[in-house]
């Protein structure tokens, strides 16, 4: 059977109450329950909810702001729409001041009562469905900074929830953007490790030099610029764990020494002489193939197999896309609570067009879209129309117009796209793989939309 939503009709006037029964009805969309006044009403919302309740303003006994009220009281997601033949600006503030959704004047217009319920039902399924997603969420204990109820992701959970309570190192393997490090925070929640620190790093990022300085310290004097001696970051994670992002970017002589860190539990600081003991458990991190690697000589098989203990891979969104409502509720969240912005939702229309998107940024991607559109926005609730022009014109949209092929602006869009991700956001790289310069790559970027 569809669903119906239940609306209430509360109208102590037989004529009108049955008259505004059959508008309602006529399309067979809605469960219409009646009601003949005030007191009627709050004997029914005593019992059950509804999706929203229309009420007359003016009746005996128990007027429609008493309804209100209990409605608010009783069963606050519940939307109201006021009715009255006594319009008038006092009234429809006080109703709005109280909760109300919106205000209509008899007589009614058939395509106003009923446009109006559309969109108070609306607002209704978003809060029906955050309620649901924030659930969700919160069932999740100290794995709750993974988000999604994909098989896939519920399956590498439930591996997390295995591994957590142990001591093993953990590889996590997956595309730039699918969110490894969130994967690794959560290994560290869970774990008994949690009252310890979680540092994160990222291998590619720094020289060989700076890289032993920064993961193992350096004494005082080491080198030019070392004027104190300084803590590395496997003794700052002392007791906790460290995140070692890029893992397959690093040198072959940090290799080594990462090797002996594992196996003998001591660093040794540039420029030391004195081991430095060291509890930490490490997580690493990698959207190359490790085992490749190691075939083509360029990474050890013995730092491998100590890093690789438990693997996990993380997949890209496109082969997860039934978490796109969830992930973008929770970006919206997010980013509206540190913009200050008071939007309560994503329209259906706009969630269809992400969920038909391949985002080859992954997650990130998704969150930067869901960043940018709250902070356009000018509505309470996030539409189509917020979205970046290239995407809910060509890819959001089915490909391209009226869901035909993607324009050529499109596939070049999603390729540069693509290579930002392969050379992990390093535009040099990417502009020498694009065959431009720097400034065409730019100019690029701005004219998608793409530069923030």
Request: with cysteine; charged share 25%.
């Amino acid at each position: 059977m569809p669903f119906k939503p239940r609306i209430l009709i509360v109208e102590d006037d037989a004529v009108a109450r049955r008259n505004l029964q059959h508008i309602l009805e006529k399309g067979g969309e809605y469960q219409i329950e009646p009601a003949g006044g005030g007191a009627e009403a709050l004997q029914k919302l005593a019992r059950g909810s509804y999706h929203l309740v229309m009420t007359d303003l003016r009746m005996e006994k128990v007027d429609g702001m008493a309804v209100l009220a209990e409605v608010r009281s009783r069963h606050p997601d519940t939307e109201v729409i006021m009715l009255t033949a006594y319009a008038s600006v006092d009234s429809a503030i006080e109703a709005m001041k109280l909760g109300a959704f919106h205000y209509i004047a008899k007589p009614y217009k058939i395509d106003e009562v009923r446009a109006q319920v559309a969109h108070a039902l609306e607002k209704s399924r978003l809060k029906e469905e955050l309620h649901q997603l924030r659930s969700e969420l919160k069932a999740r204990d100290g794995l709750g900074l993974v988000l999604g109820k994909n098989a896939n992701i519920l399956k590498l959970v439930r591996t997390l929830g295995q591994i957590a309570p142990t001591d093993c190192n953990v590889l996590i393997s997956g595309e730039t953007g699918t969110g490894k490090e969130v994967f690794a925070r959560a290994v560290h929640y869970a774990s008994p490790r949690a009252g310890g620190r979680f540092m994160a790093f990222n291998c590619g990022a720094f020289t060989e030099e700076l890289l032993a300085s920064e993961l193992f310290g350096h004494e005082r004097g080491a080198f030019t610029g070392a004027v104190a001696t300084k803590r590395g970051l496997f003794e700052a994670a002392d007791g906790g764990t460290i995140f070692l992002d890029e893992i397959g970017d690093m040198p072959t002589p940090m290799q080594v020494k990462l090797l002996r860190v594992i196996q003998e539990k001591v660093v040794l600081r540039v420029g030391g002489t004195e081991p430095v003991n060291v509890d930490v458990r490490i997580v690493a991190a990698t959207h190359q193939d490790l085992k490749k690697l190691v075939e083509q000589g360029r990474f050890r098989s013995d730092l491998f197999y100590r890093l690789n203990v438990v693997s996990l891979n993380v997949p890209p969104l496109r082969e997860r896309k039934d978490d796109i409502p969830l992930l973008a509720t929770h970006f919206l969240q997010k980013y509206a609570a540190q913009q200050n912005r008071n939007i309560r939702g994503i329209s259906q229309e706009m969630m269809r067009a992400l969920s038909g998107y391949h985002f080859p940024g992954n997650v990130r991607e998704l969150e930067n879209i869901i960043e940018r559109a709250v902070a356009l926005s000018t509505g309470e609730v996030l539409e189509v129309k917020d979205l970046p022009d290239d995407l809910k014109e060509t890819s959001l949209a089915g490909g391209g117009p009226e869901g035909g092929l993607p324009s050529l602006e499109e596939k070049e869009r999603q390729y540069i796209l693509w290579v930002l991700a392969q050379t992990r956001g390093n535009r040099t790289k990417a502009a020498e793989i694009l065959g431009v310069d720097r400034v065409s790559l730019w100019r690029k970027l701005k004219r998608y939309g793409m530069e923030q």
